[in-house]
């Protein structure tokens, strides 16, 4: 038994994880995890017991490495500005790791990421953020709450025509500049101050 676990769970879980970004979900099983592993089956089965649990466990390994990349590092800028950073995140995710992207879109162990992407949200930006929202565009917090859930839809929308090739944009940065035109755009429609707004974001 001992000679068996001497390949670490983390990293069979590393393994399947690479695979899943590189060649997707359906192409993990115990066989050709072992393959990618260099390994017999043996130390999967020690380890997971079954392919359930380790899809299992694979899922949340999926949504906390893709929680990593969406969450922008502490700083001081606008929230509406880190709010739309994790937007182009998330686009990002979609160019450059589809597969990932894709599987992250789908029900998984009971939930999806468009819910991981509010829970995200609520981990990062503290819930002070609408109010600070709110005063950065001097419109209501009800106003602000609404904007926010309205970029999320958007950009969760965005996300599904990209993965299935229907978005038909040039590139990525393409999919930045709808973002932040439509939200321009919203915050016009609600009677934003959008002069004070630039401003606070320009100092």
């Known amino acids: 038994m001992g000679s068996i676990a001497r390949i670490p769970k983390d990293q069979i879980l590393d393994a399947a994880?690479?695979?899943?970004?590189?060649d997707g979900y359906d192409s993990i099983n115990i066989k050709t995890l072992a393959k990618e592993l260099g390994c017999s089956t043996q130390p999967i089965s020690w380890h997971f017991g079954s392919m359930p649990n380790l899809r299992k466990e694979l899922t949340e390994a999926a949504f906390q490495y893709?929680?990593?990349?969406?969450?922008?590092?502490?700083?001081?800028?606008?929230?509406?500005?880190?709010f739309r950073e994790m937007g182009n995140?998330?686009?990002d995710l979609a160019?450059?790791?589809?597969?990932?992207?894709r599987f992250l879109t789908e029900a998984h162990e009971g939930h999806t990421f468009a819910e991981q992407f509010i829970e995200i949200l609520d981990r990062s930006m503290d819930e002070t953020m609408s109010r600070?929202?709110?005063d950065v565009l001097s419109v209501s917090v009800d106003q602000a709450e609404h904007l926010i859930q309205t970029l999320m839809l958007y950009v969760q929308g965005l996300v599904t025509m990209i993965l299935s090739d229907r978005?038909?944009?040039?590139?990525?940065?393409?999919?930045?500049?709808?973002i932040k035109r439509v939200g321009?755009?919203?915050?016009?429609?609600?009677?934003?101050d959008m002069e004070r707004a630039d401003a606070l974001r320009a100092s």
Request: aromatic share 8%; no cysteine; glycine share 4%.
């Open 167 to 178: 978005a038909q944009l040039e590139s990525k940065e393409a999919a930045y500049e709808m």
């Open 95 to 101: 160019y450059d790791e589809p597969n990932l992207a």
């Open 132 to 134: 600070q929202i709110a």
């Open 17 to 22: 994880l690479k695979m899943l970004i590189r």
């Open 89 to 91: 995140r998330y686009i």
């Open 66 to 82: 893709a929680d990593k990349k969406m969450i922008p590092p502490p700083d001081d800028v606008v929230a509406i500005d880190r």
């Open 184 to 192: 321009r755009n919203y915050m016009i429609g609600i009677g934003a």
